[in-house]
């Protein structure tokens, strides 16, 4: 790279993450030390740090750096949490949460974006982490998991997921429509769900989500 990796990595987290009230100490440790340059196509290498959604295979995008740490903070995730993705992309949030977590199981449904996150992560050594080339809407999981992070928005809330917590358990979750979609935390407890409201975003529809119903005359 031609730009000074470690200090635009410090300036990301720094100027970037902390600003969008990022402030946990774990996370920005995370995000400090997993190389975001790996999972960068070479094409846009030089954006790594940079405030914006990177395009990669397939139509698909990086989550910006703030989206990515508001995600892992809101999640909370534990040394011995056992953590769902849905949708690895380039596979840089699989890789903080296996920082962060005990395992990583992620879904791609994309088997280019798929084999590509397996050999980034290969590359910087997350080996906690493992990618599925699966459609979520037609897996079944094999357990509960801890935490989930659905990494593409939902036109309307799919409960299956919250199904799939442990008790205590955390989901974070994009709901809605363009131009304005609802970042939430969905926490299970011995009562049942609570869903607490985030931030506004807006993330690509996740591969075969339920659409929203539309009227007809």
Known sequence: MSLNTPAARAQMVNQQ???W??????????????????????????????DTEIPLAGGQ????PQVAGRILQALDVGATDRVLEVGTGSGFLTACLGRLGAQVTSLEIDPVLAETARRNL????????????QDVFRWQPPGPFDCIAVTGSLPEYDSRFQEWLAQGGRLFVVVGQAPA?????????????????????????????????RFQF
């Open 17 to 19: 993450i902390r600003a």
């Open 21 to 50: 009230d990022v402030l946990n100490p774990a996370v920005l440790r995370a995000l400090s030390e997993v190389p975001r340059e790996k999972f960068v196509p070479e094409t846009y290498r030089t954006l790594a740090f940079a």
């Open 61 to 64: 995008r990086m989550l910006t």
């Open 122 to 133: 290969r590359d910087a050594g997350a080996a906690n982490c493992e990618v599925l080339t």
């Open 181 to 213: 979609m609802e970042a939430c935390l969905v926490h299970r407890t011995p009562e049942g769900f609570e869903r607490e409201s985030l931030f506004e975003t807006v993330l690509p529809v996740l591969a075969h989500a339920p659409q929203r119903e």
